[in-house]
């Protein structure tokens, strides 16, 4: 039921390739929603481990399904700090201090790899998912968090088959089915960033109870929440309810009050929040990389297949916000949205993404909040996101931070999010980004 309800149609087109290929598949055609789901929890690791991966002829929505019923019962991980448990130490600057209840974490590391093809059979030597770095540089599973994958070779695919195909089009750079049933028999791989996303609270009265859900390409609040939830009254329009719904929820402009907390990463002490000035004077004040400048994630990209400088400074085996020189920035007011990019999140409305050197496997949230701003200035920063190398971040209303990981408090009676395209109900949440967490059957976009 993805997109325009053509999963079947799209996969008896592409059958052919995997049967040309002598490449074996079990094809399931799901009956519900959450049948994926389903699937992938009750699936046993003996059983998995007879299979290089799993393939979703879909959209986000249902690949996040799917990632979620694989991800839910295996990754132990720590969960990220709540914003209670960020300490405020200096309510004039906003900078914060955090204790860390959950102690340490290993750092899961993957290097992409294209040389691994379902056609020969060959045994798999890529580092994967169960790749995780101890102190002495040795890769095992860490004792501090187990994480028992069913095997090494193991990895995910996607069939595009839905609204937008923001991750298809990321990770081959095109939106055709045929593509990417190519790379899946061809083997190809890529590593992709996913970020953990801990609901604390539901609603202002609720109690405090973690539930964890994973993202593979955004969350988002407000705006991006209103959408999602006004788009699923008109299911019936198909890819088009998201214009229609887009429409109404950009008519009524509606502004929330939250507070966000991110850590601070040497970015952020480069760049420091200028002064604001008058309202045109200060339209394009925050200045990003200039078009020239933008390191765009491409295949075999230097950025995903090396470590970054905030990542080779931090103790291998520790989360981004348990060393002691881990600084807590906080942001409050009335906020349009507030989102998380994991990846650049190009589709057909927004040509670049929403951030477009975004990179596949970097260890980094892009967080993006748009505070209250006049009407018209909205819609100047929504057309340049539809507009091919256009500059939608650079206005004094949008903030970009560079984290890998962030607190969320609504101040309202109702918060709404939009997880890989699905609802999620959440009042006070935390996520965190786990680098290279996942293989796709891809190779990253072409140049």
Known sequence: MSGKASGRRTWETVAPIFSRAKVKTKVIVTERAGHAFDVMTSAANNELKSYNGVIAVGGDGFFNEILNGFLLSRHKAPYPPSPSDIVHSDQRSGNSLFRNPNGRVTEATCQNEDHSPLLSNSVYNGTGLANFRTEDGTCNIGQDFEFPLPSEQFRFGIIPAGSTDAIVMCTTGTRDPITSALNIVLGKKVCLDIAQVVRWKTTTASDIEPYVRYAASFAGYGFYGDVIAESEKYRWMGPKRYDYAGTKVFLRHCSYEAEVAYIETESEEANPTVEKGQLFSRLRKRQGPKKSERVVCRTNCGVCNSKSDYMSKRSPCSTPYSSS?????????????????????????????????????????????????????????????????????????????????????????????????????????????FRGLVSLFASGPEV
Not at 346 to 373: K, Q
Not at 379 to 398: D, I, R
Request: charged share 20%; aromatic share 12%.
């Open 325 to 433: 020189g881990t600084r807590w920035l906080r942001s409050k007011g009335k906020f349009l949205s507030v989102g998380a990019a994991i990846i650049s999140n190009r589709n057909e409305r927004a040509p670049d993404g929403l951030v477009a050197d975004a990179h596949l496997s970097d260890g980094f949230l892009h967080l993006l909040m748009i505070r209250d701003c006049p009407h018209a200035l909205y819609l100047w920063h929504l057309t340049q996101l539809a507009k091919k190398g256009g500059q939608p971040l650079n206005f004094e209303f949008v903030e970009h931070h560079k984290t890998p990981a962030f607190t969320f408090t609504s101040f309202g009676k109702q918060s709404v999010w939009n997880l890989d395209g699905e609802l999620f109900h959440a009042h006070q949440l935390s996520a965190q980004v």
